[in-house]
């Protein structure tokens, strides 16, 4: 049986790309391939996401959202 550090050591993701060292989001694959939802709302998602993983809570508000996506607010609203 492994230690705690080494399946620690086995399962860490180490980021090196400066780009992606300010975090990222996982968006689940039902999510991703569901036909009935917009690409905006699935981006949506995929930012809350973000937003929780960040903060342990989700509450951004549209215009925070908005100006995040690059859309309006009716836009953000129709996602």
């Avoid at 060292?21 to 694959?29: D, E, I, V, W, Y």
């Avoid at 981006?43 to 959202?65: I, V």
Wanted: charged share 25%.
């Amino acid at each position: 049986m492994d230690s705690l550090g080494k399946l620690l050591e086995k399962n860490t993701v180490v980021v090196e790309d400066l780009a992606l060292k300010s975090g990222f989001a996982q968006l689940p694959n039902f999510i991703l391939t569901e036909k009935k939802l917009s690409a905006y709302a699935k981006l949506s998602y995929a930012l809350l996401l973000s937003y929780a993983w960040q903060k342990d809570s989700c509450f951004p508000g549209q215009e925070r959202m908005s100006n995040d996506l690059g859309a309006s607010r009716q836009y953000l609203s129709k996602a």
